[in-house]
């Protein structure tokens, strides 16, 4: 996994010297997921005519070549590919055909891209598992009988299983990071406004972004460079310079300051997530970097908060799904309502429902400013935390999660723990700020282990820096 | 009392969000509900005096385009995933409403 051959760059690469061509390219990632994607389920869709045309045109064309000419990319089931079924995982949007390309789309293809196909994500991305898809689950190529994380778990798995070089996910409240910890990629998560939603399906609409799952860390930043700007489609795709990411690779971190919220840390993470942390500091500060004790008091509430305020958000965001302008509709309902609310009860699996109505609770008559508003201003203590941080530091470090994969099955029953799985990313959402997790070990079961490091808003480029240098003084981490 | 969650009553909330749910999901999601909220009582302890609620992080710069009428999808392509749509009429259509 990630050997040269692999990556985006390095395919790239071959393809500009003429050793391979886009369509070879594409033939290989399509074997690759013709031998694996069964046992791993990574892919719910593949469009193997529609990547092979388009890969052989991509050959046939003369004059510049894009920097992702030729690279098949996966994306994540609730991006949408005109004529390409997306289902969010649903079976709401289980025959679903969009008319129109996600911005991202058009911004990959337009890079040189090829689409592969659709990745199994969690029910309108409400999971951490795959387990909420109605077409899943995925399996974690490290140990099939764990899950790959969620809910971006299918893209995770198409990179780190080497289907794809790249995939695209989507992150609300760690649906990239914790999948790429879990699976032994990378995964960023950008700032709130750095990449178009325009064709994304909405969960929860103030946290939601795109963001790619590659082997590396330059893959990543050059995915990113191909995806990110403002949109006409889009109004919160923000009117900030996209710097060169690629650039911002120097390799050198010396003087870096990295704050590192110790006293929460101590609180339920497993001794061996916390062996690899300590490890990748003491990396870190071999390359020049230094730590510096930060207190993030607030994100020690943040998976309540996160489910306060994107529930509220999911709640609404679900209600266009009505049996009315596309998706599922129940054939032989009598009524209007009747047809609402019976196809509502089919398409929707369980997770899916229990947070359409906690979201419908909070913002119902009487309990709107206990719940929602309270969540929203607690939200804005999260962010001055990190604010108040960054005044002394660069980048915070922290484990993306606080255990390795767990196992398919192992916490279904019980919402709660499954939704502590993302404690350590929620924040980073709530704050709207860019994190980035990068594998930074194993453990004794041959598990990977995913760093995180969260950067200031808009500023990508000192978190790939600093991404980036660690990966290189990380080295072969899977040893 | 507002702000608590004792009185909290999924059928209502159920009706509210238009799911029809059988009496098992009535049953479970009274309990997951609950417990949820619950654990949400952490948020309720903390102090905001004065602190103005987050609805989302932007540039605090708001974006424009320019007001140019463009081209919208087409509209037999968009009916096409319409259940029981109408493509000829160019309508929606639904069950009777009264």
Known sequence: MGAPETTARGLRHAIQQGTTTAEAACEAALARIAATNPDLHAFHLVDAERALNRARALDRATGPQGPLHGVPVALKDNITVAGMTTTAGSKMLADYVPPYDATVVEKLEAAGAVIIGKTICDEFSMGSSTENSAFGPSRNPWDPERAPGGSSGGSAVAVAADMTPLALGSDTGG?????????????????????????????????????????????????????????????????????????????????????????????????????????????????????HDIDLPHSR??????????????????????????????????????????????????????????????????????????????????????????????????????????????????????????????????????????????????????????????????????????EQAIGDWRG | MAGTHDDIDVARVAALARLELTPEETTLFTKQLTDILRYAEAVQQIDTTGVPPTSHFGTGTPVWRHDDVQPSLDRDRVLTGAPGASPRAGLFKVPKVL
Not at chain 1, 228 to 234: A, L, M, Q
Not at chain 1, 347 to 366: C, H, N, P
Not at chain 1, 427 to 450: E, F, K, M, N, Y
Not at chain 1, 458 to 468: F, H, K, S, V
Request: net charge negative.
């Open chain 1, 175 to 291: 649906s990239i990071r914790q999948p790429a910890a879990f699976c032994g990629v990378v995964g960023l998560k950008p700032t709130y406004g750095r990449v178009s939603r325009y064709g994304l399906i909405a969960y929860a609409s103030s946290l939601d972004q795109i963001g790619p799952f590659a082997h590396t860390v330059a893959d990543a930043a050059l995915c990113l460079q191909a995806i990110s700007g403002p949109d006409p489609h889009d109004s919160t795709a923000a009117a900030v310079e996209v710097p060169d990411y690629e650039a911002a690779l120097t390799g050198d971190i010396s003087g870096l300051r990295i704050g590192v919220p110790r006293t929460w840390l101590r609180e339920g993470v497993d001794a061996e997530v916390t062996a690899a942390f300590e490890r990748s500091l003491a990396a870190l500060v071999a390359q020049g970097a230094t730590l």
């Open chain 1, 301 to 470: 509430v943040a998976i309540p908060v996160y489910y306060l305020v994107a529930t509220a958000e999911a709640s609404s965001n679900l209600a266009r799904y009505d049996g009315v302008r596309y998706g599922l509709r129940i054939p032989d309902a009598r009524t209007l309502g009747d047809m609402y609310d019976r196809t509502r009860d089919a398409g929707f699996g369980a997770e899916v429902k229990r947070r359409i109505m906690l979201g419908t609770y909070v913002l119902s008559a009487g309990y709107y400013d206990a719940y929602y508003v309270k969540a929203q201003q607690v939200r804005t203590l999260i962010r001055r935390d990190f604010d108040q941080a960054f005044a002394t530091v660069d980048v915070v470090a922290m484990p993306t999660t606080p255990t390795a994969a767990f196992p398919l099955g192992a916490l279904n029953a019980d919402p709660i723990q499954m939704y502590l799985a993302d404690i350590f990313t929620v924040s980073a959402p709530l704050a709207g700020l860019p994190a980035i997790s990068v594998p930074c070990g194993l453990t004794r079961d041959r598990l990977p282990i995913g760093l995180q490091l969260t950067g200031k808003a808009w500023d990508e480029a000192t978190l790939l820096r600093a991404a980036d240098a660690f």
